[in-house]
Nanobody, 114 residues
Framework: QVQLVESGGGLVQPGGSLRLSCAAS????????MGWWRQAPGKQRELVAS???????NYADSVKGRFTIARDNAKNTVDLQMNSLKSEDTAVYYC????????WGQGTQVTVAS
Protein backbone atom coordinates (compact mmCIF):
# COMPACT_ATOMS: atom_id res chain seq x y z
CA GLN A 1 0.00 0.00 0.00
CA VAL A 2 1.32 3.41 -0.97
CA GLN A 3 1.98 5.85 1.83
CA LEU A 4 2.92 9.50 1.34
CA VAL A 5 4.11 11.57 4.30
CA GLU A 6 4.68 15.29 3.87
CA SER A 7 6.66 17.39 6.33
CA GLY A 8 8.48 20.67 6.71
CA GLY A 9 5.64 23.16 6.76
CA GLY A 10 5.25 25.97 9.23
CA LEU A 11 4.75 29.66 9.77
CA VAL A 12 7.12 31.95 7.90
CA GLN A 13 7.25 35.66 7.20
CA PRO A 14 6.84 37.03 3.68
CA GLY A 15 10.13 36.73 1.85
CA GLY A 16 11.18 33.74 3.90
CA SER A 17 11.97 30.18 2.89
CA LEU A 18 10.82 26.68 3.72
CA ARG A 19 11.82 23.25 2.49
CA LEU A 20 9.11 20.62 2.28
CA SER A 21 9.83 16.94 2.08
CA CYS A 22 7.69 14.00 1.02
CA ALA A 23 8.59 10.44 1.89
CA ALA A 24 6.98 7.68 -0.16
CA SER A 25 6.77 4.02 0.75
CA UNK A 26 5.20 0.92 -0.72
CA UNK A 27 6.23 1.72 -4.29
CA UNK A 28 9.18 1.66 -6.65
CA UNK A 29 9.53 5.41 -6.35
CA UNK A 30 11.88 5.87 -9.31
CA UNK A 31 9.17 4.59 -11.68
CA UNK A 32 6.93 7.61 -11.16
CA UNK A 33 6.73 11.23 -12.19
CA MET A 34 5.96 13.11 -8.99
CA GLY A 35 4.38 16.42 -8.14
CA TRP A 36 3.62 18.85 -5.38
CA TRP A 37 0.13 20.29 -5.09
CA ARG A 38 -1.36 22.84 -2.76
CA GLN A 39 -4.83 23.71 -1.59
CA ALA A 40 -5.71 27.05 -0.05
CA PRO A 41 -8.89 27.53 1.99
CA GLY A 42 -11.92 27.67 -0.27
CA LYS A 43 -9.90 26.91 -3.40
CA GLN A 44 -9.31 23.92 -5.63
CA ARG A 45 -6.15 21.88 -5.24
CA GLU A 46 -3.59 23.07 -7.78
CA LEU A 47 -0.39 21.60 -9.15
CA VAL A 48 2.64 23.62 -8.09
CA ALA A 49 5.58 21.65 -9.49
CA SER A 50 6.42 18.32 -11.04
CA UNK A 51 9.51 16.25 -11.68
CA UNK A 52 9.82 13.42 -14.16
CA UNK A 53 11.60 10.13 -13.59
CA UNK A 54 14.54 11.62 -15.47
CA UNK A 55 14.60 14.82 -13.43
CA UNK A 56 12.83 17.20 -15.82
CA UNK A 57 10.99 19.84 -13.80
CA ASN A 58 7.98 22.04 -14.47
CA TYR A 59 6.43 24.78 -12.39
CA ALA A 60 3.22 26.74 -12.17
CA ASP A 61 3.72 30.30 -13.34
CA SER A 62 2.89 31.56 -9.87
CA VAL A 63 5.95 29.88 -8.33
CA LYS A 64 8.42 29.83 -11.21
CA GLY A 65 11.78 31.19 -10.14
CA ARG A 66 10.93 30.86 -6.45
CA PHE A 67 10.30 27.14 -5.92
CA THR A 68 12.55 24.21 -6.77
CA ILE A 69 11.48 20.58 -6.84
CA ALA A 70 14.01 17.77 -6.45
CA ARG A 71 13.89 14.04 -5.95
CA ASP A 72 16.15 11.48 -4.34
CA ASN A 73 15.27 8.06 -5.68
CA ALA A 74 17.63 6.35 -3.25
CA LYS A 75 15.71 7.80 -0.32
CA ASN A 76 12.24 7.71 -1.96
CA THR A 77 11.79 11.41 -1.31
CA VAL A 78 10.71 14.44 -3.27
CA ASP A 79 11.42 17.88 -1.84
CA LEU A 80 10.13 21.36 -2.55
CA GLN A 81 12.41 24.28 -1.75
CA MET A 82 10.32 27.42 -1.44
CA ASN A 83 12.00 30.83 -1.44
CA SER A 84 10.68 34.40 -1.49
CA LEU A 85 7.42 33.20 -0.01
CA LYS A 86 4.31 35.31 -0.39
CA SER A 87 1.06 35.39 1.54
CA GLU A 88 -0.67 33.81 -1.45
CA ASP A 89 1.53 30.72 -1.01
CA THR A 90 -0.38 29.93 2.19
CA ALA A 91 -1.95 26.50 1.74
CA VAL A 92 -1.75 22.85 2.65
CA TYR A 93 0.89 21.23 0.46
CA TYR A 94 0.68 17.65 -0.79
CA CYS A 95 2.85 15.37 -2.87
CA UNK A 96 1.57 12.63 -5.15
CA UNK A 97 2.35 10.94 -8.40
CA UNK A 98 1.66 13.14 -11.40
CA UNK A 99 -0.51 10.73 -13.42
CA UNK A 100 -3.45 9.15 -11.63
CA UNK A 101 -3.01 10.16 -8.03
CA UNK A 102 -2.69 7.69 -5.18
CA UNK A 103 -4.61 8.36 -1.96
CA TRP A 104 -3.58 11.76 -0.64
CA GLY A 105 -1.46 12.08 2.47
CA GLN A 106 -2.22 14.45 5.31
CA GLY A 107 -0.30 17.30 3.73
CA THR A 108 1.77 19.92 5.48
CA GLN A 109 0.51 23.39 6.32
CA VAL A 110 2.43 26.40 5.06
CA THR A 111 1.41 29.77 6.42
CA VAL A 112 3.06 32.93 5.16
CA ALA A 113 2.23 35.87 7.38
CA SER A 114 3.86 38.67 9.27
Amino acid sequence: QVQLVESGGGLVQPGGSLRLSCAASGIIFSDYKMGWWRQAPGKQRELVASISTGGTTNYADSVKGRFTIARDNAKNTVDLQMNSLKSEDTAVYYCNKYYGNWAWGQGTQVTVAS
